[in-house]
């Protein structure tokens, strides 16, 4: 007869939490851009629920970027910037405040360029009405920000190079500050090469003033920010992912110096 503590199932090993994902945006004082950050926040939750998901800001709005740190403790966290290509806030601003705070803190690469942005600014622009127009008088402006960090302006223009390979027509970077050409130099260029339908792609990951100015200066048809499109969630994770990833292979790394 088996004994009684036979009968005992053994204790239920439990499955260390998932590092915390912190989402950084920028910050704005448009109302929408907040909810629509939010929007997409839920998104990736329901993606992946095992994975905590904060949101902090660099600036304008609440919650700041310390203060959600602040209050994760010394909890290991991994920081994603809600930012398109390389400039200061990725490669100043946040790692300071990373740095400064009680976390243990991973911070990811911006969110571009990479495919998937290529994915939800094609979807937009179909949304707009894209397509059914000849190839050959037709053209796109990627529309973006600006920095005068020439890696962003690098690594906007690989985006463009990415989305005309997609579309099979001209696009052209511009810019809404700190950055040339605008968008009006590039509508320009492209109606003095024979394009006359130039749409906009709205390379800006919410609404906001860039946003509606660079829409406001469309000739033809102007697509919504890249906002809550589901390739945005999953590249949130994807970056998320592939820090977690380079911070374990590079502790071994460490260890053996």
């Known amino acids: 007869m088996p004994s009684q503590l036979s009968l005992v199932p053994p204790p239920a090993t439990r499955r260390p939490a998932s590092p915390a994902l912190v989402v950084v945006a920028h910050g704005s004082r448009d109302p929408r851009a907040l909810s629509t950050v939010r929007a997409l926040l839920d998104r990736v939750r329901a993606l992946r629920p095992d994975?905590?998901?904060?949101?902090?800001?660099?600036?304008?709005?609440?919650?700041?970027?310390?203060?959600?740190?602040?209050?994760?403790?010394?909890?290991?966290?991994?920081?994603?910037?809600?930012?398109?290509?390389?400039?200061?806030?990725?490669?100043?601003?946040?790692?300071?405040?990373?740095?400064?705070?009680?976390?243990?803190?991973?911070?990811?690469?911006?969110?571009?360029p990479h495919p998937l942005l290529v994915d939800a600014l094609q979807a937009r622009l179909e949304e707009a009405g894209w397509g059914g127009t000849p190839r050959r008088t037709s053209a796109v402006v990627l529309a973006a920000a600006g920095s005068r960090d020439p890696e962003a302006k690098t690594d906007t223009t690989r985006t463009a190079h990415l989305l005309a390979a997609?579309?099979?027509?001209?696009?052209?970077?511009?810019?809404?500050?700190?950055?040339?050409?605008?968008v009006e130099t590039a509508v320009r260029a492209l109606l003095a090469g024979g394009r006359r339908h130039i749409a906009l792609a709205s390379y800006f990951t919410a609404p906001g003033r860039f946003a509606t100015e660079c829409a406001q200066a469309a000739p033809w048809i102007a697509a919504a920010p890249l906002g809550t499109h589901p390739s945005m969630a999953h590249l949130l994770l994807h970056r998320y992912d592939e820090a977690l990833a380079a911070a374990s292979t590079a502790v071994p790394e460490l260890a053996s110096a």
């Open 166 to 182: 997609r579309l099979g027509v001209p696009v052209l970077p511009a810019y809404a500050s700190a950055a040339t050409p605008t």
């Open 51 to 112: 994975v905590p998901v904060h949101l902090g800001h660099i600036e304008l709005n609440a919650p700041l970027l310390p203060d959600t740190l602040a209050a994760l403790g010394d909890t290991e966290a991994v920081l994603v910037p809600l930012l398109l290509s390389r400039g200061y806030h990725v490669k100043q601003d946040i790692p300071e405040m990373a740095a400064a705070s009680p976390a243990r803190t991973h911070v990811a690469a911006p969110l571009g």
